[in-house]
């Protein structure tokens, strides 16, 4: 009699736990579609009748305007407004654009004020400025000014090469081991197979840049909030300006291993916070969500398993949350189409 109270007891807990977990994860899920429904992500894409122009002509273009999870034509904001900006970041022109069930056009006149020199034209609405410039479509062009002479550019010293670096899931943890990306670039801004490596105060090598092309790799690493790295490339240190990232005392890593089946491995390791507590991972493409987890952390870690035929083609977001509910850490895949 004893071990039925106490079976019984076990299984009252478990689904406890379980209907808990599920209440909670109903509760993202809800807000995640919330944020989706109430904030609308605009799209722009402009069409020019070409990218090089002599002052005094005009500029043709059309402007196609779309919903930024969906691609749909969309019919809400009602003006877009299109810039051309300088080399100093400086809009010289600017102009309205009407537009109607997801479409715009006009033209711009190009005065003979204007140097010559590269320009980019920028175009966006007014509800786009409550988000990142980074959203606003870009298009660089050339402007050549037969009459005005052609002012000497003032040479600046540029860093022969760039270097980025991106942790994955977005963050180094003290004593995690992690996956670091990089891309290196010249001074033209194109990906460069040299190598370089990640030094430690002793001087010592910690990390390898060995592109795999395009100036694009990754590397494994130990890191060490006491350790202060330094960047190499040709054997040269780098420049100031390129940092190794920073290191955290505590926090959240999040490594995705694809098994080569049919499944992604996506494992969690977690330092310096609550080891035991619920975890939710939330996979999306789009806005619209595809797979949605939850896990308790056992010892700081734990592991999912992501059927890679539920994933959209294309960019997947995975998003680990953690127990308030608040994203610790993202990772992008990408899932090649089928269809060529």
Known sequence: MTCQIIWALVLLFNCSLANAQKSDWDSLTAMFVAYRNNTLQEKIFTHLDRT??????????????????????????????????DKDDKAVLQTKVSLQNGEGNGQLLLPVSLNS???????????????????????????????????????????????????????LVDGILSKVAFRIVDKSGIGKDITGAILNHLADTVALLKPLKFGLGNF??????????????????????????????????????????????????????????????????????????????????????????????GISHITLFDEAKQPVCERLYFKLPQNK
């Open 52 to 85: 090089f122009y002599v002052a005094g002509e005009s500029m043709w273009f059309k402007v196609y305007y779309v919903d930024g999870y969906f691609h749909r034509p969309l019919d809400v904001s009602k003006v877009a407004y299109l810039e051309i900006i």
């Open 117 to 171: 020199g590269n320009y980019y034209v920028r175009v966006y609405t007014t509800w786009m400025k409550n988000f990142s410039p980074e959203f606003y479509f870009h298009q660089p062009i050339t402007i050549i000014n037969t009459v005005r002479k052609t002012e000497v550019p003032v040479k600046t010293a540029v860093p022969e090469y760039d270097i980025q670096f991106f942790p994955e899931g977005g963050y």
């Open 220 to 313: 494994l690493i130990l890191p060490s909030i006491l350790e202060h790295y330094k960047v190499i490339i040709n054997g040269k240190q780098a420049v100031a300006n390129i940092s190794f990232p920073q290191v955290q005392p505590k926090g959240y890593t999040l490594k995705v291993i694809d098994t080569l089946t049919n499944q992604l491995k996506v494992t969690i390791q977690t330092k310096g916070i609550n080891t035991r507590q619920d975890i939710f991972l939330l996979v999306h493409s789009r806005q619209i969500i595809k797979i949605a987890e939850v896990k308790s952390l056992a010892n700081g870690t734990t592991s999912f398993l992501l059927d890679k035929e539920v994933l959209e083609e």
